[in-house]
């Protein structure tokens, strides 16, 4: 099951840790969804997600703060009993004494953010979707050309590093070589990044490692990219028969995703870079509307339409 660290969310959101005496770093969030809990405040256990992070807001605040210290004892004793990650105040809301006491007894983790409740829980929703997103790693390089995520896979030793370097001297950014990490944050969208151990380095066969951030500026590389196409590069076989007109597109699946897939042959004197640049603008016309096989399959239908009426004419 995917993870990540509580300290490492307090790190990237910037939040203050009210109960500094725990520690944060034994603590794991499985989960990306959030939890606000009004209706628990009040009562109703029913159906509670207590392994979600629990934010509270202006009106949750102001409903605690509301609450006789009775009411409060029984209250916090009953909703920090639940096996609950962490609790976040928003606005730079601060807890009663109770509740931290509580809290620290039950080794809850309290935190503490500067932003509203609704943009905290949108950053925070979207950063968890893709860190605990399903995962794969794959072998391949994933560029960001014109905008595409173009993940170049094929066997070892075929050309991808050395397609994915034309393209940076091009001007597109490198997200990862060698090993691609596939995350689906959606049923529409798979993102790549590079492990952190290989991020920005590329291998190249008889010269070794390269540092592309070094090389070529901060601005050639890139450390998320959604995987927008695939290209499979593969050894050219004369008595295979390839795609020329692109009239049905191929598709390769990851995580249950489908992806447009193009199998291009590779053999000596091909560019493979422009390659996957005229692949790349290719598939961003075809979303935006525009089908260059339908395009020449018009013109063609309307000249043997003309040809038709003149012969009718004669």
């Known amino acids: 099951m995917q993870s990540v660290n509580l300290s490492r969310i ?33 009562g109703y256990f029913e159906h509670f997600e207590e392994q979600r992070m629990q934010v509270i807001g202006f009106v949750e605040y102001s409903y605690m703060q509301s609450l006789s210290a009775e009411q409060k004892d029984i209250t916090y004793e009953r909703l920090l009993s639940c096996d609950i990650p962490a609790f976040v ?28 409740t609704s943009s905290f829980m ?7 979707n893709v860190k605990l997103a399903p995962c794969i790693r794959i072998h391949g390089v994933l560029v960001d050309v014109f905008g595409e995520g173009v993940l170049i896979i094929g066997e070892s030793g075929i050309g991808k590093s050395e397609a994915a370097l034309e393209l940076i001297k ?5 997200v990862t070589d060698d090993a691609v990490e596939i995350r689906k944050v959606s049923d529409d969208t798979l993102i790549g990044s590079a492990p952190d151990v290989t991020k920005h380095f590329i291998e190249l066969r008889g010269i070794g490692i390269i540092d592309i951030k070094t090389l070529f500026g901060v601005s050639s590389v890139k450390d998320t990219q959604t ?10 076989n004369k008595e295979k028969q390839y795609d020329r007109l692109g009239l049905e597109e191929e598709h ?16 000596p004197g091909r560019n493979v870079a422009l390659i996957c640049e005229s692949a790349a603008v290719n598939h961003r016309q075809k979303k935006m509307g525009y089908n260059a096989t339908q395009e020449l ?11 038709r009426e003149e012969e009718e004419d004669e």
């Open 10 to 42: 307090i790190e990237k959101m910037k939040l203050e840790n009210l109960t500094p005496e725990l520690d944060v770093a034994k603590t794991k969030i499985t989960v990306p969804d959030i939890n606000r809990p009004a209706l628990q405040l009040s």
């Open 89 to 116: 105040f928003c606005r730079e809301l601060k807890p009663d004494d109770l509740f931290l006491q509580i809290a620290v007894e039950k080794e809850i983790p309290v935190l503490m953010t500067k932003k509203s």
């Open 122 to 128: 949108a950053e925070i929703i979207r950063w968890l």
């Open 170 to 174: 091009r001007g597109h950014r490198l």
């Open 227 to 236: 995987i927008d196409l695939v290209i499979h590069l593969e050894d050219w």
């Open 252 to 267: 390769i699946v990851y995580l249950g995703n489908k992806i447009v897939c193009h199998y291009i042959p590779v053999r």
């Open 297 to 307: 399959y018009r013109r063609f239908q309307e000249s043997m339409k003309r040809s």
